[in-house]
């Protein structure tokens, strides 16, 4: 007669039927499967001994329920996280979370390259230029509106051009009868030197400093000689055909101001009423 050989747990016999030992102790598979299998996250059934069995931060699952919560894909070889407690996919993930790129609408996916401006996210080879349309990549660029331009474009199409050279001011410049001017371009049209950040004039649409001008077209003044500019003591006396600066506007004999007060022309001299009643009494 032989040995008994029993189910630790039901006691029925083991003999012709198949069972699993654990720690040498023999369970026959119904009592094993109600007494170790694990309990499947999703569906809430055992996970049988001839189950495949999946195991994610302390969860079972059977192979079939261990998917995807957006598209049902089964995760069994495939990339997946956990979004609050959801299985997803890379896939759903990517579309769900993941940053769209502006250009094509497409997910810009983890690890892929991709460029960032103004909050806005684009795939490297969707950042093209709006003029030339090539790549712009790490090239410097230049945005207009809701455009962006490579820098030669931008210049191309949008930079001002100096009215004197016609080439692109990338920076800086002097405005001058509304026309933009490179400042090493705007030039005394008499002497050649920069007039940019200082005093000048014109004359007819030709810009002077102001000893050219003063030079060349200023009136001189009756008294001490010197030209009438504008600048400095600007302020003049004009009577029949001379000029005086305003300082200079004085009896000749007694050199009292006459700014403001009656005068008497005496050929190439002006006097004051004083002086004029005692020479002519």
Not at 12 to 37: F, G, M, T, W
Not at 64 to 76: G, N
Not at 116 to 138: D, K, L, N, R
Not at 240 to 254: A, D, G, I, L, V
């Amino acid at each position: 007669m032989s040995e008994p050989f029993d189910c630790d747990s039901c006691k029925e016999s083991l003999y012709d039927r198949k069972y699993i030992q654990v720690n040498d102790v023999p369970h026959c598979i119904p009592c094993y499967d109600r007494l170790y299998a694990n309990t499947c996250q999703e569906c809430k059934e055992l996970i049988e001994h001839n189950s495949r069995e999946l195991y994610y931060e302390d969860r079972h699952y059977h192979e079939h329920c261990f998917r995807c919560s957006r598209c049902s894909r089964s995760l069994a070889d495939e990339p997946f996280t956990c979004q609050e407690d959801a299985l997803v996919c890379n896939d759903c993930y990517c579309n769900e979370f993941s940053t769209k790129c502006v250009a094509c609408g497409k997910t810009v996916m983890p690890g892929s390259k991709r460029l960032e401006y103004g909050g806005c996210s684009w795939h490297e080879e969707c950042f093209v230029c709006c003029g030339c349309e090539q790549p712009i990549g790490a090239q410097s660029f230049i945005p207009d509106k809701d455009e962006y331009y490579c820098v030669p474009c931008y210049e191309g199409r949008f930079a001002p051009r100096c009215a004197h050279c016609k080439q692109i001011l990338v920076q800086g410049g002097v405005t001058y009868r509304d026309e933009p001017w490179h400042k090493e371009c705007f030039l005394c049209t008499g002497c050649k030197v920069q007039l940019a950040g200082q005093p000048f004039t014109t004359q007819g649409e030709d810009p002077y400093c102001v000893k050219c001008f003063s030079n060349l077209y200023a009136q001189k003044c009756s008294a001490c000689n010197k030209p009438i500019t504008g600048f400095g003591e600007g302020k003049y006396i004009s009577f029949e055909e001379r000029q005086w600066h305003q300082p200079c506007f004085k009896c000749s004999e007694c050199s009292v101001s006459l700014v403001g007060a009656g005068f008497f022309p005496d050929g190439t001299k002006i006097l004051c009423k004083t002086v004029c009643e005692q020479t002519f009494v």
